[in-house]
């Protein structure tokens, strides 16, 4: 008599997203195991686009303003955005943005977290490259290669191989990925397009692959390229589900085709 609404879950997770952006909340209700819920909060971000694609740097310069990926982890757009969703039933709050990390570093990205958690009255916040460089320990992996999206440029993508090498990892390559970036930079990219990129780039050296960007489309590929090169795969929305699904005490097993970390426990 009664149909499925929404409400019967167990464990509630809130996601920070950038205001134009569907990809993390689209990766993560695809890989949320039953009984787990998400909740979204916008958050202002001045270099996107209305319709989700990323702003330019002005002319025909593909770089992401880096001022304004510096701006979007700072009060009080973030901070507001936090203390609202925080004032749902969740159990834990997800900031889906990679390049932030990047550029203002692993330190100041930990007192972001101290601060924003000030704002959710004690609910843990996890973050997408703390829980990378979280899973990446778990995994036991010391040497990685880092494939960003075709949106970031090289100086973003050399700040993002700084940020993991602060960590104490060995990043052997880094680059954005070179599949087509348009208007609609986000919607062009397809699960297979990416596995083609990938596998002839990863080297032999590197033990796990990093994906970075929260709005790159790519965890439809993890299991296939996990399976072709024999060594786990992170993405960004995968590294930060896992994350939130362990400070919300949730197991993570239930996650299935998406990589092997969810294996890790």
Do not use: K
Not at 107 to 122: F, I, P, T
Not at 229 to 254: H, M
Request: proline letters at 8%.
């Amino acid at each position: 008599m009664w149909h499925p609404d929404g409400w019967d879950v167990h464990v509630r997770l809130g996601v920070l997203t950038p205001h134009a952006d569907v990809g993390p909340e689209s990766e993560l209700r695809a890989m949320a195991p039953p009984g787990v819920g998400l909740h979204a909060a916008r958050v202002p971000f001045a270099a996107m686009r209305r319709g989700g694609a990323a702003a330019r740097g002005g002319g025909e310069d593909p770089t992401v303003a880096l001022a304004s990926v510096r701006a979007f982890a700072e009060p009080p757009g973030v901070d507001d955005a936090v203390e609202l969703l925080a004032a749902a039933p969740v159990s834990v709050i997800a900031y889906a943005f990679t390049s932030s990390a990047y550029v203002i570093g692993g330190r100041a990205e930990a007192h972001m977290v101290a601060r924003l958690g000030e704002r959710a009255h004690g609910l843990p916040v996890v973050t997408t490259c703390l829980a990378t460089v979280e899973a990446l320990r778990v995994l036991g992996v010391g040497r990685i290669c880092l494939v960003d999206p075709p949106w970031f440029d090289g100086t973003l993508s050399d700040l993002g191989r700084g940020y993991y090498e602060d960590a104490g990892f060995e990043v052997p390559y880094a680059a954005p990925c070179g599949l087509p970036d348009g208007q609609d930079g986000q919607g062009l990219v397809r699960p297979g397009d990416l596995y083609e990129w990938v596998v002839p780039r990863v080297p032999d050296e590197a033990e796990a692959v990093v994906v970075g960007g929260n709005g790159f489309r790519s965890v439809g590929a993890v299991e296939a390229l996990e399976a072709a090169l024999g060594r786990p795969v992170l993405t960004a929305n995968q590294a930060l589900l896992w994350s939130a699904l362990r400070a919300a005490g949730a197991p993570t097993s239930g996650v299935v085709h998406y990589g092997r970390l969810f294996a890790a426990g």
